[in-house]
């Protein structure tokens, strides 16, 4: 063995140097981290936990900072964190989708009709001027800003975050506050009314067939819309009584969640948007009374879906964010807000003041509601998934909300004395020219709104045209040519009565222009609104009557049609009368409950001057 082990055989083994303690555990630590590093799970937890610690700092200092609402400080966390490229958790992202379902069905929950009921000449004529001036807004900033920055900025602005009326409520206003919960809420409907039909996704189309309300998509939109609405009431009925009946809240938020959960299945099987569906049918549970420990345990449920939806909705931009889009956006976006807000309170201001509320009550509803809303975040998250926005325009987007509710969040709680400090420094003649003015809108008002003649006219010519609407949906819906037929008489019926209807009352007030010449703009602003209501039957007449295969000039048909003018003037007349003598009704009853309470003050001492 020795002979055959010679040196030049043997195989060279080099001697193994010495390692010392510390270079074992040094490796010891780079195979370790190595392991952490190369763990993708561990590292993904671990960026999630420094998302949400960055979160959570920005939301401690606003709640430090006794900030109305911590929202902005989890858009603007998140924000740094999507920049930074730090992620946040599933359960996240899984929470946000409820979010658009839960503010709409919130916002359905919050319409107080009674409130509604007691001042409805004031909200209807608000909510008349505010819808057309945004629209007008619309129409000039889509031909002056480019096509995406438009569309962004106007879906901002759409609505906006009612927490910020809850301030009114310190000052002791509380129908001022109610007030402006109830034009927010109208503000949402608005919205999903111009998401429903596409304003935001294709503004050119909308334009263009905004005036055909009564073509084959829009009548079978509205015949479902109505269908859902009445489907929903019969749903809501039974079991609102029944959550009373049982008085178990653990059941009462089980059995609202499923309602809810039966909406958003209900649109998604009959093709509708889901925030329609799901607004319609908080509506109809609105109507049948839902008890207010049930609202609040569900609006609690909207507050953490809706931090969760913030939170998620910078993830959905597509890309990587570099530096110089990141602080260029930061910059738009901060333009974007102030921008928002002064067009926001440009149009609440006009709005309610032409509706008759005091001044310093108009800049203070618009100093509370100037604010961008969570409904816009669901429309942008919309253009976001259809890939209609830049990059960039949605980063300036996101800072803009999170701006201007920075912003709101010092401007509403001081309003008072940004009031105060703006009437000290304003000349003296200005408080007294806006106050003369707002007497001539009371005046105004108090002969074109007040007039019961005219309440009754108004309601029978919207109860005409609805149903006008409704017999031409039907027809749309119904192939049957006889009962095409039968509701196409219909429609020419209630058509004459329209035009009866206008032609009644403009006429009545011609006669009164030859011994009040004052009353002129009264009559233009009635026959503005006559014409608002008619305006979409007028442009749609061809699609309802012309292009029918009924022949008007038989005399069967036209006596037909006369005849049944006749029979269902008579039920709207009755409608009308009832309408307008309930309001009267109300009005009488509220102000002695009013005159009872002042007096009531007065007696016993303790009356206090309302800031307002």
Avoid at 114 to 129: D, G, Q
Avoid at 481 to 488: A, D, E, H, M, N
Avoid at 587 to 597: A, C, E, F, G, M
Wanted: hydrophobic share 55%; charged share 15%.
């Amino acid at each position: 063995m020795k002979l055959l082990l010679n040196e030049e055989s043997a195989p060279i083994c080099p001697k193994p140097a010495r390692t010392s303690r510390r270079s074992v555990i040094r490796r010891y630590k780079y195979l370790m981290c190595g392991c952490f590093l190369g763990n993708m799970e561990t590292a993904t937890s671990f960026a999630s936990l420094v998302g949400l610690g960055i979160i959570a700092v920005l939301a401690g200092i606003y709640a430090r900072r006794r900030a109305t609402v911590v929202l902005p400080a989890i858009m603007l966390g998140s924000l740094i964190c999507r920049f930074l490229g730090l992620t946040l958790p599933d359960v996240v992202f899984k929470t946000s989708f409820l979010a658009g379902a839960l503010i709409v069905f919130i916002a359905g929950l919050e319409l107080d009709i009674h409130f509604i009921a007691r001042c409805k000449e004031k909200i209807v004529l608000t909510a008349a001027i505010e819808i057309p001036l945004y629209l007008l807004i619309f129409y000039v900033v889509l031909h002056i800003l480019p096509m995406p920055v438009a569309i962004a900025l106007m879906a901002i602005m759409v609505a906006s975050n009612e927490m910020f009326v809850l301030e009114v409520r310190k000052t002791g206003d509380e129908e001022l506050a109610m007030y402006g919960i109830v034009i927010s809420v109208i503000e949402d409907a608005f919205a999903v009314f111009l998401y429903t039909l596409g304003a935001f996704s294709s503004p050119s189309i909308f334009w263009r067939s905004a005036v055909t309300l009564l073509d084959e998509k829009g009548a079978s939109l509205f015949i479902l819309s109505v269908s859902v609405f009445i489907l929903s009431l019969f749903l809501a009925k039974p079991m609102s009584r029944f959550m009373i009946k049982l008085g178990r809240k653990d059941t009462k938020v089980l059995l609202t969640l499923l309602y809810m959960i039966f909406l958003i299945t209900l649109s998604e099987a009959i093709k509708l948007p889901e925030a329609l569906v799901v607004f319609l049918g908080a509506l109809a549970l609105t109507f049948s009374g839902l008890d207010e420990e049930t609202f609040e345990i569900m609006e609690s449920y909207m507050i953490l879906a809706v931090m969760c939806f913030v939170a998620a909705l910078p993830y959905y931009i597509p890309g990587k964010i570099d530096l110089t889009t990141f602080v260029n956006a930061m910059m738009f976006g901060a333009a974007l807000s102030v921008l928002a807000f002064a067009l926001r309170f440009t149009i609440l201001s006009v709005s309610s003041f032409l509706s008759g509320l005091p001044p310093r009550k108009c800049w203070y509803l618009a100093f509370t509601l100037a604010n961008i809303g969570e409904f816009g975040l669901i429309v942008l998250s919309g253009l976001l998934v259809n890939r209609m926005l830049p990059q960039y325009v949605a980063l300036a987007a996101m800072f803009a909300y999170g701006f201007n509710l920075s912003m709101m969040c010092v401007i509403a709680p001081n309003s008072f004395r940004i009031l105060s400090w703006l009437e000290n420094r304003v000349p003296s003649c200005l408080p007294r020219i806006i106050s003369k003015a707002h007497e001539r809108v009371v005046v105004f008002l108090g002969r074109t709104i007040e007039d019961p003649t005219f309440k009754e006219h108004v309601s029978e010519l919207i109860l005409s045209v609805s149903l006008i609407y409704v017999f031409s949906a039907l027809i749309q819906v119904i192939n049957v040519p006889v009962v095409s037929y039968v509701l196409t008489i219909l429609v020419m019926s209630m058509f004459i009565i329209s035009t009866y209807i206008v032609f009644q009352y403009i006429s009545q007030h011609f006669e009164m222009l030859k011994m009040r010449p004052e009353a002129l703009p009264s009559l233009f602003v009635k026959f503005a609104l006559f014409y608002a209501v008619m305006y979409p039957v007028l442009g749609s007449f061809k699609h309802i009557v012309v292009e029918r295969s009924v022949d008007f000039t038989s005399p069967i048909v036209m006596f037909s049609a006369f005849v049944l003018s006749f029979i269902m003037f008579k039920g709207v007349k009755r409608v009308g009368l009832f309408l307008g003598h309930h309001g009267e009704r109300e009005r009488s009853s509220d102000q002695s409950k009013v005159d009872r309470l002042s007096t009531l003050r007065d007696y016993e001492g303790d009356g206090e001057p309302n800031p307002s």
